[in-house]
């Protein structure tokens, strides 16, 4: 079984060939990785790890990869290390020399030839150390990791195809409608359903991505609000749109709203129970707990649940030797 980060290619290669898809978990320090991959573990299940320039401040990219790549040493299950929305090539590279096994390089709010010429770029760089690459075209709306798109631009699947020729790709991040944060929608929404299948029929070998893709679910929300939070009227993506869009061809899925919410509502409600606590191992336990929770029922839901061992230990050397063909 796979020692360390795989390549994402081979995880979304394999929940392609059965139909599932792999979720992304943000995770920014030891606990948060630990936690991610225990549940994993438990499950059997392949899962992303992903973090990037809102997380940097805090641990730059090569000691993040430090932290990642000394946890990942305890656990055997296939993981990768992405970098989520990098904002700059040097940044790419930066993750690269670091020993993330895929990257994204977010330009989708420029012009399509400037990011394409960004993207072709970032292939160029990454598919010779066997590192995935992920694009995005088309906006989300939302405001998260300094990500704000004014308007929302839906992706065109013509133009997807056209990108994915253009850039070599390995995933691509659609824009269907659903946006970052925990204000996605104010009433139930609707998905542009046809873009992914449309697109998956042009590009059937590119690993189409969702992101923005937490459900908000309304019992965390009141859990977060019963205990002090103000977090009116949020609303995500219920559970059975996100298991359509698999259906038709999603094979990564983006969340992060959803564990923040589990992880604050955890917390507020240890302090409104236990106004004398101040031992943070004891709420962040707490926390902990709720997020192992939370992350067991995505597993479960998007079909990644019992497939850790789709995967025969490809390595980036292996792949390496496949971008080269
Ligand atoms: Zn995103």
Not at 12 to 28: E, H
Not at 60 to 85: C, E, K, N, Y
Not at 289 to 312: E, L, P, R
Request: net charge neutral; glycine share 8%.
């Amino acid at each position: 079984m796979p020692k360390g980060f795989l390549p994402m290619n081979e995880l979304l290669r394999a929940a392609a060939a059965d139909g599932y898809a792999v979720p992304s978990f943000c995770a920014w320090n030891a606990e948060s990785m630990i936690t991610v991959l225990s549940v994993a573990a438990d499950l059997r299940a392949p899962v992303i790890l992903m973090n990037g320039p809102g997380e940097y401040p805090l641990l730059g990219p090569s000691d993040m990869a430090a932290v990642a790549h000394t946890v990942i040493r305890r656990f055997s299950q296939p993981v990768a290390l992405h970098l989520d929305h990098g904002n700059s090539v040097p940044l790419v590279c930066e993750c690269l020399a670091a020993g993330y096994t895929s990257v994204m390089l977010d330009f989708s709010q420029r012009p399509y030839r400037e990011n394409a010429a960004a993207q072709r770029e970032v292939v160029q760089l990454a598919h010779p150390r066997g590192v995935t690459v992920e694009g995005e075209l088309g906006t989300l709306g939302g405001i998260e990791d300094e990500i704000a798109a004014s308007h929302i631009i839906l992706t065109n699947p013509e133009d997807a195809k056209k990108f994915v020729e253009q850039t070599g790709v390995d995933a691509l991040a659609i824009a269907i409608g659903t946006s970052h944060g925990a204000y996605k929608f104010k009433a139930t929404p609707t998905l542009a359903m046809d873009i992914v299948e449309k697109t998956h029929k042009l590009i059937p070998n590119t690993y189409l991505v969702m992101h923005g893709s937490s459900s908000v679910p309304k019992e965390l929300v009141d859990e977060v609000n019963k205990f002090g939070g103000k977090v009116p009227n949020a609303m995500g993506v219920p559970i059975h749109m996100i298991q359509q869009a698999i259906k038709l061809g999603v094979r990564k899925i983006n969340i992060d709203t959803d564990g923040r919410l589990a992880f604050t509502a955890a917390i507020r409600k240890y302090f409104v129970e236990h106004p004398e606590g101040f031992d943070q191992r004891k709420y962040l336990g707490e926390a902990r707990q709720a997020i192992f929770t939370w992350i067991q029922s995505k597993m479960k839901d998007f079909g990644t649940a019992g497939h850790a061992n789709d995967y025969k230990g490809i390595t980036l050397k292996d792949t390496m030797a496949r971008y080269a063909k």
